[in-house]
């Protein structure tokens, strides 16, 4: 399947190509992969959280900031992240799917959620931190010429912050 | 008259059986030589002038069959793609490596040299070539139960025919750039069998394909082994210089750590969902 094998090169986020004028790498960089065990759990993780941010901000609400955040992440990671030539994955939008469907939970959560909430960021924060000193390089296995971007997942957790905060919720139902 | 009868008779038997006790020993030969290859026509040793290796991981990396000596010489396209596929699978989880190519046979000139070496390098975009080299040879003998086969019932039923395939291949590594070789290692085979006189054909055929499989199960481990010890000696040879490229290659993953974080989340939000009901 020659347009099989080639889409993802033609769709994901490449440096040079950016440069050049493909700004499509910009969004379509976030829905390619490497392998499909990182497609199926990126994916999962996205679905988890979008169900449970979507009943809290609605759907349009989450489609713009997806569509946003997307573009956010690609032009943060050329500018802070020189070095990377070539990005795939979709893990930047699930973290930020993730944090904004905890912030959603957070006033509506009891003590003992709120603690599993509360652990869960400190878990986010210290895998961050762990992928950025390259320990954690071996929890993945993806192809072993690619580095784990912790940028996007820091990335994507200030998008998800923001929107979080931008559409704040009260304890109300939602 | 009954003389006649009995020559008529003895020269038909030796007619119908002749394929057979005509067909002594026999066999063939498949090769590509990498110095056939590489240094056509050579009258001379080659000059080397000493130079520095620059290898800068992760390699781009191409594997070839070296071209054969002569037309139909060696295994049909096909599977020489099959082999360098296996080959390609066992070092793609190395780090140092990146892309490893596939070059098929028909980029590869017969006695092309390090020209065609370098177009090819060229084209495939990879700093390393990896050349299979290959001598098969297969021996086809005649035992005592080929004297069945003038029964012509034999023919189709006995095995009368033997056959031994050995099969040598050995990879070669070079630097294209610097036409160094790098390290090499050899993978053998031996296939014996039998077959009737009707099968012989495609049984040896199988054989022989069967040989290169049996060669390359050998060579992989081998071909590891002194990638190992290349990787070991570099670090003290001044004529190996590596360097890390520029730039890498990003990926989002969330990882199954992430899978975990994803159930949590389901829970709390399944709490808090009873918890206001």
């Known amino acids: 399947m020659p347009f099989a094998d080639a889409a993802p090169e033609l769709l994901e986020f490449d440096r040079h190509a950016l440069l050049a004028g493909e700004i499509w790498r910009l969004w379509t960089g976030h829905l390619v992969h490497y392998s499909w065990r990182q497609t199926l759990v990126d994916g999962a993780v996205a679905l988890v959280a979008g169900l449970i941010a979507v009943r809290a901000y609605g759907l349009r609400r989450l489609l713009a900031t997806m569509a946003l955040a997307a573009p956010f992440i690609s032009v943060a990671l050329l500018l802070a992240a020189p070095d990377c030539l070539y990005y795939r994955g979709s893990s930047g939008l699930a973290v930020m799917l993730s944090v904004m469907a905890g912030a959603s939970l957070w006033p509506r959560a009891g003590n003992v959620a709120r603690l599993a909430l509360a652990v869960m960021t400190l878990s986010l924060a210290a895998k961050i931190a762990a992928e950025a000193l390259l320990i954690a390089q071996g929890w993945s296995d993806m192809p072993t010429d690619v580095r784990i971007s912790w940028q996007a997942h820091l990335l994507g957790a200030i998008a998800g912050g923001v929107a979080a905060w931008r559409f704040r919720l009260g304890a109300g139902p939602h | ?277």
């Open chain 2, 1 to 277: 008259m009954r003389l006649l009868r009995t020559l008529i008779l003895f020269f038909a038997a030796a007619a119908l059986a002749g394929c057979a006790s005509w067909n002594g020993s026999h066999g063939s030969k498949q090769t590509g030589s990498i110095v056939d290859y590489l240094y056509p026509d050579a009258k001379e040793a080659p000059a080397m002038t000493p130079t520095v290796t620059r290898l800068r991981p992760p390699v781009r990396v191409g594997i070839a069959f070296v071209p054969g000596a002569g037309w139909g010489s060696g295994l049909p396209e096909a599977q020489k793609i099959k082999l360098l596929e296996r080959v390609k699978e066992s070092f793609s989880k190395h780090p140092y490596i990146g892309k490893i190519e596939i070059i098929p046979s028909q980029y590869m000139r017969a006695k092309g040299g390090f020209t065609n070496l370098e177009q090819v390098s060229r084209m495939f975009d990879v700093e390393v070539v990896a050349l299979l080299s290959y001598d098969q040879v297969r021996f086809a003998d005649n035992n005592a139960l080929s004297v069945l086969y003038w029964t012509i019932i034999g023919a189709y039923v006995i095995h009368g025919d033997q056959y031994d395939v050995q099969t040598m291949l050995d990879a070669s590594v070079f630097d294209v750039q610097s036409r160094k070789l790098l390290f090499r290692a050899p993978g053998t085979s031996q296939i014996k069998g039998s077959a009737t006189m009707v099968s012989l054909g495609e049984k040896s055929r199988a054989a022989q394909i069967d040989g290169y499989n049996a060669a390359v199960d050998q060579l992989i481990p081998q071909l590891q082994t002194e990638l190992d010890n290349f990787r070991e000696r570099i670090k003290n040879d001044a004529s190996f210089n590596v360097e890390n490229k520029a730039g890498y290659k990003g990926g989002g993953d969330t990882g199954w750590i992430g899978l975990v974080f994803a159930a949590l989340l389901g829970g709390v939000a399944y709490a808090v969902r009873r918890r206001r009901a």
